[in-house]
Structure formats: C-alpha cells, structure tokens
C-alpha cells in the first residue's frame, strides 16, 4: 500500500478536537432502546463498583419511578439533596447543579439526560446542567432513550404513533466520550412489563398496547443499535485520524463512490447504492475536481445526494492519490469506479481510471461498473473555440521575434535565433494555452525557417535540424501548453472555491444582522436573488405554505411551482429545476431546516441552468437561512419567555405587597372600629379620637397604596400626557412638603434667582412628594433632609435645573442601588423590609421621562464625614423654561 509522506502526520482536526477535551469532564452515556431496559439500573450497578475501587462516586439526581430493584441498587451511594423550585403555587424538586459544583465528586451519576426543568431553574434541559458540570471537569454518567434524539422525533412519531415532547440535539450524544449501549430484546422487556417490573399493571397493560408493542420496540432497538454502531466507528475513525494511522480499517464496511464527467457515472451511483444497502453500510459520493469537465458531474452528484449518500469534492493533479487519500481519511472499505468506453487511441495513450485503482488500491475492494449496455463510446466534450485576438496576440507575437531576429542575426547564428522563437510558443502557451501554443509553434518554426535559415525566403525542409526543430517546438508548446492549462484550471477552481467561502462569510455576516424573522426572511430572499436573478421564501401556515419574502416582490406562483414547492417542504428534499422532481418547473426549491425541524422552503428561479459552484452557494444559503430563522425564533420565545417571567414576577410581587400592606391598614382598621363599636361609652373623649383618626389614617394609607398602583398603571399603557408650562421649583417643593403627614426637619440652598422648569405642575409635586416620602420611610421622620439646587449649561440651549435631595438615612447599599427605580423594589433596612410596595421611585421616574426630564440616585451622599450615616441623594433634572 503506498503513503504519502503527509498521511504519516495526525489529522489537525482530530489534534484540535482533543485538546478542546483537555480540562473537561468526561461523560459516559447508558444508551436504551426504551423505559425499561435497565439503564438506571446498569448507572447505579457500575457506580457503586467504581465507588468500591475508591472513586468519590455521587448521586446527583435518579428517578426510579417506583421500581424496587432500582431503589435496592443505589445502596450506600451518597445522593445529593434536591433543590426545590417553587412553580404556580407548588414546589418542584430538581437535580441541584450549584450543589453538584459545590461538591466536585469524582464521578457523578445524572439520570434523564433529556428532562425539562421546571421554570425558574438555571437551564432549561438537564443536558445543559450537564455541559457545564463538564465545563467544570466534573466527570458525568447519564442515561438516555434513543427516541428522545431531536433527528429521530418524527420517525419515532410515524412507528410509534406517539410524539415525544422532551428531546435533545443529536449533538449532546456527540459531546459523549463513551456510550454504553443497554440492549433488550423486545419479548424480554415486555415480560418484564407483565410481571410489573417497569409500570403498575394497569398501566403496563397499556403500555403493551400502545408503545411497548414488540413491532415498535423491535424498530427502537434497531435506532438504539444503529446509533451506537455509528459512534463506534466515529471514534474508531478519530482513534486512527488523531495517531496518523493510514486506513481502511475494516471494523465497519463504508463505500466510495466516483463520480467523473462520463456516461458510467449515474450507474456508479446506482451501483453505489445497491451496494450499500447490501451492506448496511453507509455511502460516499467523491469528484475530483477537473476544470471545465466538472460541470458534466452535476447531474449524477445531484442523483448521488437525493439517494442519500454523503458528498465529498476533492481536488489535486494526482486523480488517484486523491481518491486514495480521501479513501483513507474516510475509513473507506469499497471503492466503486466506472468503466466508460472511450475511442481506442485515447486506451492506448491513457490508462484507465480502473486500471490504475486495481494497481495502487491495495487495501480496498475495488468494483468495476461496466458501461450500460448500448451506450456509445463517451464523445470529445465539446471544446470552447478560442478568441480570435488570442490567435492575432499570437501571430503578432512570433511576428515582433521575426523582428528581433533581424536585429541579432548578425551577432548570433540561425541556430541561436531558434531560441528566440521557442520565447515565443512559451509565451503563448502560458497566456492562452495548448491550442493556441501549438499555433504558434507551428507559426515560429515557418517565420525562423523562412527568414533565417538558407536559402533565405524559401520554406524549406532539407537537412535534419529542420525536422529536430519543428519537433523540439511542438514539444516545448504541448508541454508548456499543458501544465499553462492545468495550472489556469486549478487557478480557476482555486478562484471558484475561494469565491464560495466568501460567498458564505456574506451570507454569515448579512443573516447575522436583521433582528426579527421580517427582516431575516427579507434578507434571505434579497441574497437569493442575488445569485439567481428571483427567490422566495415560504413557512408553513397551519397545513400549507405561504410567501414570506419575494425578491422582486411577488405574491403568488403557478400551480406547478406550488407543487414543487409542497413537495419539497414534505419530502425535505430539492424539487424544480435542475433536480429529478418536477424538473419542468422554473422555480428550484431547497428545503431550509436544522436538527430541530423544518423552518421554511427557499425558492429560486434561475434564468438559465445553475453551474455548481452557485448551487453550492443557494445550498448554503438555505443552511443558513434555516439557522438564522431558528435563531431569530429562539431569541423571539426567550424574550417572551422573559418578559412572562417578569410578568409573573411582578404579579406575585405585587400580590405579596397587597396582602402585607393592605393587611396592616386593614387590622388596624377592623381594631380600632371594633373597639369604638364594643367601648363607645366607655371611653373618653381623647381616646375615642385618637382610635377615629388611627382609622382616618389607616384609611389614607390603603387609599395612597391604590393610588399608586392606578398612577403605574397608567404610565405603563401611556395615559399620562403632561401639560407642560413654566413651573417655579420653590413653589412645587413648597406643595410638596405641605403634603407630608409628618414633615422632617429639612434645610434649603435654593438660589433666589433660580430659573422657572418646564414641567407639569401636578407631575412635578407628585414626584417631590414621592421622594420626600421615600427618604422620611428609610431615614427616620426625625432625620433631616436636604434639598439644594443649582443650574447647569446656563448659557446653552440645554440648560438644566438639578434638584438635589439628601437624606441622612442609612444609605443603600451598591448592590441595591441599580435597582431602586424599579417597579415592587424595596431595599432591605437590617434584617427587614421597608414598608411600602415599591412603586414610589419608579413612579417618579416614569412621571419625570414623560417630563423630559431625568432622576438618579446615589449613596453614600457626597462629603459624608466619617461617624455619619451615609444617606442618599436623589438628583432630579429639568429643562430650564425658555
């Protein structure tokens, strides 16, 4: 078996790979066909005999759904405790990922890999806990059942008739560094179903009906083997690409199919397939890229991926080395190769592509795919004529050497002036190629022959140099002819290649840009039209599809595109022009999708046929599209998602402050009148008026908490409209204390002079009013307050007047401080709470921004001496009225 001297150096990806492994976790998966098997069980079983070997094996969460053999197993094994997560007024106990960090067993057992946690947890799925306990370097066990794959709901749906609602990206069993495949035969789990070993019998009984019927659970197990056999010889081949081992081996049969620009190419992808299925095997789909002849391998490249094989481009001067080298990497066991008849002078002067399989391809099983019967000899691809000022830049090429041999003939011999021709055809060859080089090989022999050597003006073959030296310049021209051409095709698939990375680092950065899926879908279609001169994109409205997005804009299709596009979005395959589906459609339609479904259809309609390296371009653009739309959908439902947990936040905020605020009032209240109705008589006056005004006061603190509550309900649906005019910040301050129960002491540094604001007098005073109450709640009613204020940007259109409002209180601590604007937030005093319910600031700044004006706090205040209490100020700012 030749090596080339490359293969003996690790694969970079696989070096990469594991290095992005050193630090993590290691996760080991038990992997079940269905409930049942014995996962739990095998988890447990294997971690306390780890534990006996001496490894701080741990609990972190198992379900054992009431099965006795599996409680009887967790024996001595610790167990951490659960962390309760309150939800809709009852308590859900789940797996505690902080507890788990805290600990850093050596092992740790998790069970249900694709549970949901409740609201409120750290991670939506148990999956997520255990990527970052991983993250962690915490080593992780975990069960799983195959029909909870994201890439498998569906076809678990259709054999099962059961849709599984709790799934995880395939890419969770990928992060796995070893799986455990828990195998059962189907008979033998519904045994253990009738003896109640999995389920209560009543509910067994239905389970044997339903899901556990031996049809489905044989189907399941054959997902649960095939995807262990998968990942088996994934690490088989990252075992062999990380340590440089040169392939096949032959652990698992995997074919290669070659797909060349001839007549046998379609029967190889036949062939291929048939193969494979034989197999069990799965298959790939290789061309090598060749230049102009590429375009020919489209169609059976297309054929090869809608029956399902994996598609591989290469590229390389060497075909078999290519071939050989991708084969290696890929772990390949069968090579299938066509046979196409081709003229008997290009068999003599070129060996077949077969023949040279059967010589280097040693270590792999090559088939031979004759030509179909009654298939002509493959024809000579057309060739693209030359311009014609490549053949004038020749001829006026050999013609300025016929000048410059007439200035050195001379001083150099005839033999020498050949030289200067050779010059010539090299010239040619490297700009314009074989063809064109011949020309003027043929062209320079003539002028040197007929210019320069004797009997001068006569075109004459005498002597042997002659016949040496038109021989010597075709050769010069079809070799130099030849690598110029190969050299120009690699240049152009190099340009090609280059051309579609860029096209997708477009696409990235375009997608990447729009924030919600109307922009995106418009983008998508905007990039597609770009490519194929018109493009839509359609998603699924209730049981059909509609037009997203149109560029140019459109509405509507012909039934047929309709059609196409229906079968597309149903098969998730291509449909319209170019592929084997509905080929007399002008539309060509792409199935945009990701592992967690179908997202929409991207439709493009080309004016003439697609060359690959465009198709590969709307591919990637309906790959990315998919993505992009999902990622718009993802960041959609999160913001909702947040917005209703803060909803829900809020709400019970707001009902906890009722029943404590509303309840004090209340009591005190229902006291007081229950002792004016039961004493009347026999109490006196002074009494009886100090109960009656508790009452009265009482009463004003109910109605002022309710008053709130209206005030932000209406800055919130944007009732409040301010009737802004000239306001005099000494009057509104003045109203504002007037309007304390209980003024404190407060001192002013008012200038006399200070300018009128523009504000709403009403607003105005109520914000005054609202953050002279705060500072009296949490300094004390007997804690002075300080109110200054000054001018800022006197002489600009901008001026400002900033009111300043101290208190001496106990401050807030910074923590709190960027939250004190918020709605129900109230800082804690000590070991308590502040009375209120939290809406008084936020209030104030909602009542100021619809002002146009602005408020912040700040604590400690400014120049607080040391032994003082640090206090806060609130600083408010107001346009200066004009």
């Known amino acids: 078996m030749e090596l080339d001297s490359r293969d003996n150096r690790p694969d ?139 890439s498998l709901n569906d076809a678990v749906a259709r054999i099962t008739g059961v849709r599984v609602r709790e799934t995880l990206p395939d890419r969770v069993l990928e992060m796995a560094d070893e799986i455990e495949l828990i195998d059962l035969p189907p008979n033998e789990l519904r045994k253990r179903l009738e003896q109640g070993l999995v389920y209560r019998a009543d509910v067994a009984q239905r389970a044997m009906e339903g899901f556990f019927r031996e049809g489905n659970l044989a189907a399941l197990r054959e997902m649960a083997l095939r995807r262990a056999a998968e990942r088996v010889d994934a690490d088989v081949t990252d075992y062999m690409r990380a340590r440089a081992i040169a392939g096949p081996w032959p652990a698992g049969e995997r074919v290669l199919a070659l797909i060349g620009p001839d007549p046998a190419a379609e029967a190889v992808v036949r062939q291929a397939r048939r193969l494979a299925d034989a197999l069990r095997a799965p298959w790939i789909a290789l061309h090598v890229e060749r230049g102009a002849a590429d375009a020919e391998a489209r169609g059976p490249m297309a054929m090869a991926a809608q029956l399902g094989a994996e598609i591989e481009v290469a590229s390389g001067n060497d075909l078999v080395a290519a071939i050989l080298d991708v084969a290696r990497k890929r772990n390949v066991t069968q090579i299938v190769v066509g046979r196409a008849r081709a003229p008997l002078w290009r068999r003599m002067l070129r060996r077949s592509l077969s023949l040279a399989l059967l010589r280097r391809a040693d270590a792999f099983a090559v088939h031979v795919v004759p030509s179909p019967t009654g298939m002509e000899p493959a024809r000579p691809r057309r060739r693209i004529p030359e311009p014609i000022t490549a053949w004038a830049g020749a001829t006026l090429l050999v013609a300025a050497m016929v000048g410059v041999g007439e200035g050195l003939v001379r001083f150099v011999s005839q033999e020498t002036l050949g030289m200067v021709f050779l010059a010539a055809v090299v010239a040619a060859a490297t700009l314009w190629g074989l063809r064109i080089a011949v020309f003027a090989a043929v062209l320079s022999f003539m002028a040197w022959n007929f210019f320069f050597i004797p009997p001068l003006y006569k075109l004459t073959i005498y002597e042997p140099r002659d016949a040496i030296a038109i021989v010597l310049f075709l050769g010069v021209a079809t070799a130099t002819g030849a690598l110029a051409s190969r050299v120009r095709r690699d240049a152009l698939a190099a340009r090609s290649r280059i051309e579609g990375l860029r096209r997708i680092g477009a696409f990235s950065r375009s997608l990447g840009e729009p924030t919600t899926e109307h922009e995106l879908l418009a983008e998508i279609a905007r990039q597609g039209a770009g490519l194929c001169g018109s493009a839509l994109v359609l998603t699924a409205q209730g049981e059909d599809l509609n037009i997203r997005a149109a560029e140019p804009p459109a509405d509507t299709m012909d039934d047929a595109a309709w059609a196409a596009a229906r079968w597309t979005f149903a098969k998730q395959e291509p449909a319209g022009r170019g592929t084997g589906t509905m080929p007399s459609v002008q539309w060509r339609f792409l199935s945009m999708r990701t592992v967690r479904g179908q997202v929409g259809v991207l439709g493009v309609k080309p004016g003439r046929d697609l060359d690959q390296p465009v198709l590969q371009a709307v591919a ?17 439902e999160a913001a909702r998602s947040e ?11 707001l009902l906890s402050s009722l029943s404590h605020d509303l309840r004090t009032p209340l009591a005190g209240i229902l006291g007081a009148a229950g002792t004016l109705r039961a004493a009347w008589t026999a109490l006196d006056d002074a009494t009886r008026e100090d109960l009656l005004r508790s009452i009265e006061e009482d009463t004003s603190r109910m109605n002022r908490f309710l008053s709130n509550i209206m005030e932000m309900t209406r800055l919130e649906t944007g009732e409040i409209v301010p009737r802004l005019a000239p306001v005099s910040p000494h009057d509104a301050i003045q109203a504002a204390v007037a309007r304390l129960p209980k003024p404190p002491p407060i001192f002013y540094d008012i200038p006399v002079d200070l300018p009128d604001v523009t504000a709403d007098p009403m607003l105005l005073e109520q914000v005054l009013v609202n953050v002279l109450d705060n500072a009296v709640k949490y300094a004390g009613a007997e804690s002075p307050i300080d109110i200054s204020a000054h001018v800022t940007g006197a002489q600009s259109a901008a001026a400002r007047v900033v009111l300043r409002i101290a208190d001496r209180g106990m401050g807030i601590a910074p923590e709190h401080l960027p939250h004190v604007f918020d709605s129900f937030y109230r800082a804690r005093l000590g070991d308590r709470v502040a009375p209120g319910m939290g809406l008084g600031l936020a209030i104030a700044r909602g009542l100021m921004e619809a002002m146009g004006g602005s408020i912040d706090a700040e604590s400690p205040r400014p120049g607080v001496r040391e032994g003082e209490a640090p206090g806060t100020v609130i600083t408010l700012r107001l346009p200066v009225a004009v």
């Open 12 to 150: 970079p990806d696989a070096l990469i790979a594991a290095a992005a492994r050193e630090g993590r976790g290691r996760l080991k998966v038990f992997l079940g066909a269905a409930p049942g098997v014995g996962k739990t069980w095998e988890m447990l079983a294997a971690g306390r005999h780890r534990r006996a070997e001496g490894v701080d094996v741990v609990i972190g969460v198992v379900e054992t759904h009431g099965r006795a053999q599996t409680e009887a197993q967790i024996g001595d094994l610790p167990v951490l405790p659960r962390h309760a997560v309150p939800y809709r007024g009852q308590t859900i106990d789940e797996f505690d990922l902080d507890a788990a960090l805290a600990r850093r067993p050596g092992l740790l057992l998790v069970d249900e890999l694709a549970h949901t946690n409740a609201p409120g947890s750290r991670h939506h799925k148990r999956w997520e806990d255990v990527a970052e306990l991983l993250d962690a370097g915490i080593d992780v066990w975990a069960t799983l059942n195959v029909q909870h794959l994201e």
């Open 643 to 653: 917005a209703q947990a803060e909803t829900q936040k809020l709400r019970t905020a």
């Open 620 to 636: 990637a653009l309906a790959d990315q599209g998919a993505v992009a739309i999902e990622r718009v959908r993802l960041a959609t």
